[in-house]
Structure formats: C-alpha cells, structure tokens
C-alpha cells in the first residue's frame, strides 16, 4: 500500500463487540461530523492477520478499513486531542467540575469558548508544554514547536472549520443530564450497544439550530428521552470527548482539517466512568 493511505485494523477490546455495522456507524457519525476522515471499509483474512500481529498479542479483528495518511509528509500537521470537558448541567447537579481536572491541568473546555483569546492561551498551553494531548508532527515525524509559531493559525483553523463548535454541540446534547443523574437508570437496562439504526434514531432526536443549546434547552431534550436513549447518548458524548483533530497547516493552501478516532465507546464502561466522575467529585459511589 502506498503512503497515502493507512490500513486500519481494529483491536478486539475485551470483546466488547462495539457496533454491529462499521459502514453504518460511519455513515450516522459523518452526518453530525463532516470532517470524519473518509474511510473505505474491507475485511482482513486470518492469514493477513497473522501476518500483522503473528503472536496475536493485540487481539486484532477482521474489520479493517482503507484511509487517507493524514499525517505522512507533509510540512507541518497537528494533531490535538481536544477532549472536550463539559462543566456539568447546573440546573441537575449544581456546580461541579469538569472530567479533565482529574487527569492534569488542561482546562480542555477553554478550547471551545466563544473567546479567541482563551482558546490561543489553551493552545500555547498545550504547545509549549509539551503535552500529550497536542502532537505537531512535520514530514511525517513528532517535532517540537513553540506556540508563537503556530498556535495563531491553529486557532483559525480550528475555528473556521466550525469543528469544534460541532463537538461541543453534539457533545452538550448527548450529555444533557450528567452521569450522576442517569447512572442509577443502568440497573434497569443493560448494558449492550445498541444496534446502529437504534442509535441514528436517537442522534436523529438531537434539535438542530444554529446556537449553542441553554442548560434550559438540555434538560427538556434530557427529560424527554428515555433511560435506555440517555445511556446510547451518553456513549456518544464519551466518544465524542476522545476523538482527534488534525489540523494540517501549509503556507500555500487553506489548512485542512480532519477527524479521526470517532470509535463508539462500549457502554459497558458505563461503570468505569461513573466512578471516575464520582472520584472527581468526592461523590460515593452506589452500589
Ligand atoms: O477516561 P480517560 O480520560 O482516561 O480517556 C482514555 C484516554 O486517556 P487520556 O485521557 O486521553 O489520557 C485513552 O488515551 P491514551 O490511550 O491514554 O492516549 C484512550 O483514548 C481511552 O479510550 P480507548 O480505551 O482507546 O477507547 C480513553 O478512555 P475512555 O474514558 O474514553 O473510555
Ligand atoms: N488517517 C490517519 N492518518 C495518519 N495518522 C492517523 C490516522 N488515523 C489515526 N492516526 C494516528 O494514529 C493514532 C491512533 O489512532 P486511533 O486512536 O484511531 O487508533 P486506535 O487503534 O483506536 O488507538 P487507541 O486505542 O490508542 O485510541 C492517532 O492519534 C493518530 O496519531
């Protein structure tokens, strides 16, 4: 295969068995992401597998897809992870903090503000720290910059795309009542993925218009779904927070942005990240 595209073969997650159409899942995912790399999808034989991974140490499974290298040689790519952190619904739960505080100082919601000037401070943050969440890769390999170089394009770029003010949208709306609130709805469903058309119909309930939604607006959506619903969304929303963006950044074109990594997340970790959040919040878990 030549370097302009990648093979991508999936790891096998404990069997987690995430959606039951690969096609399908990009196909509801592109319509509120656009900038989903595109992907042709193809499956891989055992031999071929084999060949990949002979001592099958990464569990790997036949699905596989065909992608556009993103990063291979051009100038100057950045990848940033932007985890996006939604402060939680107020009207639910009161104040409480966002996810990342947990992990380190990356205030990952100052990315998406309306303010051009936090979101530059978030970005030079991130650069000149050396963080794991901001890769800026030139001919193909991780190098170091500083933020003055570029974290002034980087911020246009991300911002004319409209790609972050998509997954804060989206994110807001799958994640309208706070774990706290739908933990408890989990004993009374299980914990399965639900099939893909399932999940095209929630994402289908999902308002569109043009501004960002209330905290008013979040908890009507939120109290007019059902437990089962809340649970496919809040996956969603998880996913959401742990995608991708390369941004490719070239003095003679229009920089290129794309998303990668948009794997739905197995519900069955539904319990992992309400302890997480308990843990953040000093809350006790239920048992
Ligand atoms: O919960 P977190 O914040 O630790 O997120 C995990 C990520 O850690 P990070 O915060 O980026 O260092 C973690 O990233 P790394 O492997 O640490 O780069 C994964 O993305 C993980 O998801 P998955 O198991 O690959 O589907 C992520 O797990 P999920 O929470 O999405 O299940
Ligand atoms: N189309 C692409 N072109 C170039 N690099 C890519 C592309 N897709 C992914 N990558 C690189 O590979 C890394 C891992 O991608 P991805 O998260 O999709 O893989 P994964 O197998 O799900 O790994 P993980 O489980 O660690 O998230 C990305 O952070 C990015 O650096």
């Not at 309306?114 to 901001?134: H, P, Y």
């Not at 807001?172 to 914990?191: A, E, F, G, M, R």
Request: proline fraction near 5%.
């Amino acid at each position: 295969m030549d370097s302009d595209m990648l093979l991508r073969v999936r790891m096998d997650k404990d069997g987690e068995g995430c959606i039951d159409s690969e096609e399908e899942y990009d196909d509801v995912i592109r319509k509120i992401l656009p900038w989903l790399n595109p992907a042709q999808f193809l499956s891989v034989d055992n031999d071929q597998l084999k060949a990949l991974d002979p001592d099958n140490a990464y569990h790997l499974t036949t699905s596989a897809q065909v992608t556009e290298n993103l990063i291979k040689e051009y100038d100057l790519v950045v990848e940033i992870k932007p985890k996006w952190a939604s402060l939680p619904n107020p009207l639910s739960v009161g104040l409480r903090h966002s996810r990342m505080k947990l992990k380190c100082s990356f205030q990952s919601e100052r990315l998406f503000s309306e303010s051009r000037q936090e979101q530059l401070e978030e970005l030079s943050g991130l650069i000149d720290g050396d963080s794991k969440f901001l890769t800026v890769f030139s001919k193909g390999r991780k190098v170091r910059m500083d933020s003055e170089t570029i974290a002034g394009r980087l911020q246009e770029a991300l911002n004319d795309s409209g790609v972050m003010r998509a997954i804060k949208y989206y994110q807001l709306y799958s994640d309208p009542l706070d774990i706290q609130h739908i933990y408890p709805l989990v004993k009374d469903t299980n914990t399965c993925n639900p099939s893909t058309s399932f999940l095209r119909g929630v994402i289908n309930k999902i308002p569109k218009h043009p501004g960002l939604p209330t905290w008013g607006d979040l908890k009507a959506f939120g109290g007019s779904l059902s437990g089962e619903e809340l649970l496919y969304l809040y996956s969603l929303s998880m996913t959401l927070r742990d995608v991708s963006v390369l941004v490719r950044l070239s003095p003679e074109t229009q920089p290129k942005v794309k998303v990668v990594d948009a794997d739905y997340k197995c519900l069955s970790r539904i319990h992992k990240w309400y302890e997480s959040d308990c843990k953040l919040n000093n809350f006790h878990a239920t048992g």
